[in-house]
């Protein structure tokens, strides 16, 4: 199986690796178009600021590939932010996958949402014998509304799209290869989807 791990020269590229790694998979990292057409599998790893991340995938046209991409394809934090229409972050435009608003949290000393926080209401073949309530590793201050592709919720200050899914597009606001077994489970259902 070849999966490609989408280089956008951010993002937790390292922590990924070693995820899939753990699970036997040794993925490539691109940003090659040819490299992520001939993919089994596209995982968008996310760290970084949502303009810069844009702009990295406008100036390499894979803007206008990411949407159009047949495989299964996960975004992670901000992977799943960029997915969705519009970012409050610098008011950014986005891949309008998920055609979503991403908000920032209310501005209090708790914003980063970081650390660990349950999810719930799952509804996607990527929360597969992952149980209600299960904990995901969190760091962000800006969120996906809840909406009709919404698959998982979390609840910080107020409800937000934890995992969305649209046809063979998957994403999570939380880091699954920073979450222990049950980020392990949640990737391994993606690369046995």
Excluded at 1 to 25: E, Q
Aim: charge should be negative; charged fraction near 20%.
């Amino acid at each position: 199986m070849k999966v490609v791990i989408l280089k956008y020269n951010a993002g937790n590229v390292k922590s990924v690796t070693i995820a899939l790694n753990r699970l036997g998979v040794e993925p490539i990292v691109s940003d090659e178009k040819e490299v992520l057409l001939g993919a089994d599998k596209v995982i968008f790893p996310g760290v970084g600021q949502a303009s810069t991340a844009m702009n990295y995938l406008r100036d390499k046209e894979l803007d206008l590939l990411i949407p159009n991409l047949k495989m299964p394809f996960l975004g992670i934090c901000l992977g799943l932010q960029l997915m969705c229409k519009h970012s409050e972050e610098n008011d950014t435009s986005c891949l309008n996958i998920f055609p979503l608003n991403v908000l920032k949290f209310p501005a209090t000393d708790k914003v980063p949402h970081m650390g660990w926080n349950t999810i719930t209401q799952l509804t996607s073949p990527l929360m597969k014998g992952v149980a209600n309530n299960s904990y995901l590793y969190f760091v962000h201050s800006y969120y996906a509304e809840v909406a009709d592709q919404c698959v998982a919720v979390c609840d910080y200050m107020l409800p937000f799209s934890a995992a969305l899914q649209k046809d063979n597009f998957y994403a999570l606001q939380a880091h699954p290869e920073k979450s222990a077994e049950v980020g392990s489970k949640i990737l391994h259902n993606f690369l046995t989807l």
